[in-house]
């Protein structure tokens, strides 16, 4: 069954900490996507991997694909970073379907 | 550039009734997937379509369709509504061919009595 696992599920942290988001998945995957999702719904596309590193301001995607893992970073966290943070991967090639995590909500205390 | 424009927003239906939802993906994106969330299921794929032509679909029972006009315009439809079909239905849009980024609409909220 293929299946992505987030970690944690719930995170508190002070302003300005270091805060990492893992997600590991079981299979083969063509492309992995973090996402956003503030209170109400809307959804913003972070980053998509298939390789290495990404970065993007205070933001940092990275995948390791041997070990099936992803981690997303957030230097200098801020109050504003309070969101629920999705984990979704693509298996079966690159028109294959998207499974997605659980989600990490995350909340960032001034 | 408009974003992606899911309509309507919210909407109140009652079980047996059947439903249609809108999404028009930014100008120039030629695939739009659609997804259902929910509080116990999370995030679930239901189906993807690519110049007019259904290239993925998620394990969603028949009663939900989609299709895609040639102005890239996408509509979903759920039939014979249970009162499990109350959600968020959110659509993404992409440029297309293979699959990138996903830019997605703010969602349409349905709830089912």
């Known amino acids: 069954k293929n299946e992505v696992e987030q970690s944690p599920q719930n995170l508190t942290a002070q302003e300005g900490e270091f805060i990492t988001i893992n997600c590991s998945y079981s299979?083969?995957?063509?492309?992995l996507h973090w996402l956003q999702q503030h209170p109400g719904g809307g959804i913003v596309s972070l980053f998509m991997?298939?390789?290495g590193k990404k970065k993007h301001g205070r933001l940092i995607a990275t995948i390791n694909i041997q070990e099936k893992h992803s981690s997303l970073h957030i230097t200098a966290s801020h109050p504003r970073d309070s969101a629920v943070y999705i984990c979704?991967?693509?298996?079966?090639?690159?028109?294959?379907?998207?499974?997605f995590g659980k989600g990490t909500k995350l909340s960032v205390k001034p | 550039k408009a974003g992606v424009t899911q309509t309507p927003r919210y909407l109140i239906k009652t079980r047996g009734q059947q439903v249609t939802l809108s999404c028009s993906p930014i100008?120039?994106?030629?695939?739009v997937s659609w997804y259902q969330q929910t509080p116990g299921q999370g995030l679930q794929f239901l189906f993807e379509?690519?110049?007019?032509?259904?290239?993925n679909k998620g394990n969603f029972p028949g009663r939900f369709s989609g299709r895609q006009f040639s102005n890239s315009r996408s509509e979903m439809n759920v039939s014979t509504l249970e009162l499990g079909d109350s959600a968020l239905y959110l659509c993404?849009?992409?440029?297309?061919?293979?699959?990138?980024?996903?830019?997605f609409g703010e969602g349409s909220r349905l709830t089912v009595l």
């Open positions: 993404a849009s992409s440029l297309g061919g293979v699959p990138g980024e996903l830019f």
């Open positions: 991997l298939s390789s």
């Open positions: 299979v083969g995957i063509s492309a």
């Open positions: 979704a991967v693509r298996y079966g090639g690159s028109q294959g379907n998207l499974i």
């Open positions: 379509y690519f110049s007019e032509t259904q290239r």
């Open positions: 100008s120039g994106h030629r695939s």
